[in-house]
């Protein structure tokens, strides 16, 4: 869609003024929105609000009959062009290019597709069969608004079980997973392990970090600190942990980059990847296909063994033994709040835990942070934090084993207690197993 802003073909009536796409996103069928681009990227809260007022204010001083009018005019004026011919064949275009211009670098590779009836279905017959790959067994291409598999979001265990397990049955080399509207991705190796949340992370960062040594990755909030040892030590750049949201580390990056701190790469556990070279869009499609460049390229210079490849370049990412998120609900209406919002009772939470912290030897407070509560201890590390859109705390531990991982859920569980109004029921099951 956004992509429609910039290209220059006339015959596609582009570059377009504006993009507007209709989408539940990750989420479920009934939570449908519109998503709003120009050439200077996605729009954010603050236009949306301009936008919906301005609607609304139009909306007002419509008669039934001028509406009608409108609708007619529209109508009128509608063109339908195939873009994605044009979308696709840039993708097909940089594959080739990374791999010396061979027309089908992926010959006789096996790579399954799954779209989990989103949009992404095209990626295999536009982008993977023209690169020569054998797409057979993918799944889910077929669009259907209601989803009848899976949610399609890489970060849904179901969803990624039913690409690992198609990867496995059809002896793939690859497996790729979007989410509905192709803004999020993550694929998985022959034998079965996700490049997905961390991995996925460590992946792209060192695709990134081998064309532009010593640049800073930014990612989201939730990312692990072996994922901070792997991209410091390992890689030899820079790991900037920001908050959670896809435009919260985009613009993250953006503005490190207009402070002269050089950033290309803004990524977040979710499968939302932005890359400073494609105008900084966190489209899952593009972020596949530099996984598929590094294959081509390897492909070209006569490397064989699969997406090995791939998987040696994670090589050293420390991963926990236990890694949960654990969704804490805060209700709105219990009189504890006062009368208040849920972010200020939330807010109260997290002062409360972060002074615990403080007076507990066996905790220490992360020395950066930008959003939450972060400490470790136990040999491991948990963040509790504001959900961007919920009314809800989600929190995340990762550590060893589960009996470490238990000690740092007390630690906030007993900080947390004189909060009535927030459902701990999903952390005190966690302890007590
Ligand atoms: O804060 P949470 O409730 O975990 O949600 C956070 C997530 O919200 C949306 O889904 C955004 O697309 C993601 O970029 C973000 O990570």
């Known amino acids: 869609m956004f992509n429609s802003t910039l290209t220059e073909d006339e015959a ?17 069928y009934n939570r449908n929105g519109f998503k709003f681009f120009t050439n200077a990227g996605g729009l954010g809260k603050a236009d949306i609000k301009i936008i919906l007022e301005r609607a609304a204010d139009i909306y007002k001083s419509f008669t039934d009959q001028g509406l009608m009018k409108s609708k007619r005019k529209a109508s009128e004026s509608i063109k339908r062009l195939d873009y994605m011919t044009v979308y696709t064949s840039d993708l097909v275009k940089a594959v080739r290019k990374a791999a010396e211009n061979i027309e089908k670098p992926l010959e006789g590779f096996h790579i399954v597709v799954d779209a989990g009836n989103g949009a992404g279905g095209f990626f295999a017959e536009k982008v993977l069969q023209p690169l020569g790959a054998i797409t057979s067994g993918s799944q889910f291409l077929e669009p259907d608004g209601m989803f009848p598999n899976h949610i399609p979001n890489p970060e849904d265990k179901t969803a990624m079980k039913a690409i690992t397990q198609a990867v496995l049955e059809n002896k793939a ?11 999020r991705s993550a694929a998985v190796d022959s034998i079965g392990r996700e490049f997905n949340r961390n991995r ?7 695709i990134v970090l081998e064309e532009h040594p010593g640049t800073t990755i930014v990612t989201d909030s939730v990312t692990s600190d072996g994922l901070t040892t792997f991209i410091e030590k390992k890689l030899g750049g820079k790991h900037h942990r920001f908050k ?25 556990t979710s499968g939302h990847g932005a890359l400073r ?25 006569g490397i064989a063994g699969g997406s090995k490849v791939l998987t040696d370049l994670v090589e050293g990412l420390q991963e926990p033994g236990v890694a949960v998120e654990l969704r804490l609900k805060i209700d709105q209406n219990h009189p504890d709040l006062k009368g208040g919002s849920f972010r200020e009772y939330g807010e109260a939470v997290l002062q409360l835990l972060e002074n615990h912290i ?7 407070k992360a020395p950066v942070n930008y959003e939450g509560v972060r400490a470790s201890g136990f040999g491991g590390w948990f963040l509790l934090r504001l959900s961007l859109h919920d009314p809800v705390l989600p929190l995340n531990i990762e550590a060893t084993s589960h009996e ?15 909060f009535h109004a927030l459902d701990t029921s999903a952390l005190d099951k966690f302890i007590q197993t």
């Open 173 to 183: 080399d690859l497996g790729i997973i979007f989410d509905t509207d192709v803004d």
């Open 404 to 418: 470490d991982a238990v000690k740092l859920g007390l630690a906030v569980s007993s900080a947390v207690k004189e």
């Open 277 to 301: 070279e494609n105008h900084w869009l966190d489209d899952g499609a593009y972020l596949m296909v530099k996984v598929l460049n590094k294959l081509a390229s390897a492909i070209a210079s």
């Open 244 to 268: 959670r949201g896809y435009k919260n580390v985009i613009d993250e990056a953006v503005r490190l980059n207009s402070v002269g701190e050089e950033s290309h790469l803004a990524i977040e």
């Open 358 to 364: 403080e007076s507990d030897p066996k905790l220490q």
């Open 200 to 206: 996925l992370i460590a992946l792209m960062s060192a």
């Open 12 to 28: 596609f009536l582009c570059p377009v003024d504006g993009a507007i796409m209709i989408t539940a996103s990750h989420l479920p």
